[in-house]
């Protein structure tokens, strides 16, 4: 149950896209279809905001978007806007004998 | 609405007990399995635990196992977690969290912080 691998950090400018990476194993993101992504802002709780990989729970900007290829999932934010500094946390479905989650390291994106 | 409130965190000493418990409202709660997700201070969310609808099923992460346990009480739409032999690095907000088959969903409650010093 290792943590997934996310950059420690990543940035862009208003209107300009940042794309966030998300590694770990066939035995979590590569293996299942049940990744998801969390934003945080400080003091806050973790929000869910993209789930199975893809799919966006309702109230979601489209601007937010997932993918995965192979053990690598990735959140892209089209069209950066201020309120969108924030941490993201990316967690995977783990399988195998002793099922459960992973969450990610954490990468805090900064809007210039 | 869904209703997540946790409670029975506070100050305990190391290898101290506690037992966390989470009110869960606004929904049906003995159709969904639960988790316990824990968030230390400065650091990312880390599954704790999971309970499946029924309770049979019950899983922890390698960091908890031995010394955690997880239940709940559909009679009072109520999950636990009981924490025992409690260490420094427990340290951390403890959230109950509502599963969905093969991820943590975005129901989470406010937290209820767990410190463990001497």
Known sequence: QSALTQPPSASGSPGQSVTISCTGTSNDVGGYGYVSWFQQHPGKVPKLIIYEVSKRPSGVPDRFSGSRSGNTASLTVSGLQAEDEADYYCSSYVGGNNPGYVFGTGTKVTVL | ?118
């Open chain 2, 1 to 118: 609405e869904v209703q997540l409130v946790e409670s029975g965190g506070g100050l305990v000493q190391p290898g101290g007990s506690l037992r966390l418990s989470c009110a869960a409202s606004g929904f049906t709660f003995s159709n969904y399995a639960m988790n316990w997700v824990r968030q230390a201070p400065g650091k990312g969310p880390e599954w704790v635990s999971y309970i499946s609808r029924t309770g049979e099923s019950v899983y922890y992460a390698d960091s908890v196992k031995g010394r955690f346990t997880i239940s709940r009480d559909d009679a009072k739409n109520s999950l636990f977690l009981q924490m025992n032999s409690l260490r420094a690095e427990d340290t951390a907000v403890y959230y109950c969290a509502r599963d969905s088959s093969g991820y943590v969903t975005g129901y989470w409650g406010q937290g209820t912080l767990v410190s463990v010093s001497s």
